[in-house]
């Protein structure tokens, strides 16, 4: 069994910088693909970005490209999500989710297997 948390969640002024992280519990976390995933109130769960297995490929949504990076640290079984130039329509719960023993990029929230509980991302304007 896999858990995950977020961390690095807070309110910020638009334009600001967050970095969120998300720990993962288990072994093998270097086999396994991540993703960053967002909801905001009254809206579906929609896709951020995601990593592969080892850090070599990531994808963005349109609307965070140039703004926000993806990476990994296999070795402290962590993801991060920086975050900068934040806008007001950023806020959201940010949830990080895990697919088991994937190789490649996976963008679609049903592939993966776990998730965490999310932490929220506030933008005041």
């Known amino acids: 069994q896999v858990q995950l948390v977020e961390s690095g969640g807070g309110l910020v002024q638009a334009g600001g910088s967050l970095r969120l992280s998300c720990a993962a519990s288990?072994?093998?976390?270097?086999?396994?693909?991540m993703g960053w995933f967002r909801q905001a109130p009254g809206k579906e769960r929609e896709f951020v970005a995601a990593?592969?297995?080892?850090?070599?490929?990531?994808d963005y949504a349109d609307s965070v490209k140039g703004r926000f990076t993806i990476s990994r640290d296999n070795a402290k079984n962590t993801v991060y999500l920086q975050m900068s130039s934040l806008k007001p329509e950023d806020t959201a719960v940010y949830y990080c989710?895990?697919?088991?023993?994937?190789?490649?990029?996976?963008?679609?929230?049903?592939?993966?297997?776990?998730w965490g509980p999310g932490t929220q991302v506030t933008v005041s304007s």
């Open positions: 989710a895990l697919r088991a023993y994937e190789t490649i990029v996976v963008v679609t929230p049903l592939e993966y297997d776990y």
């Open positions: 288990g072994r093998s976390f270097s086999s396994h693909a």
């Open positions: 990593i592969n297995w080892s850090g070599g490929s990531t």
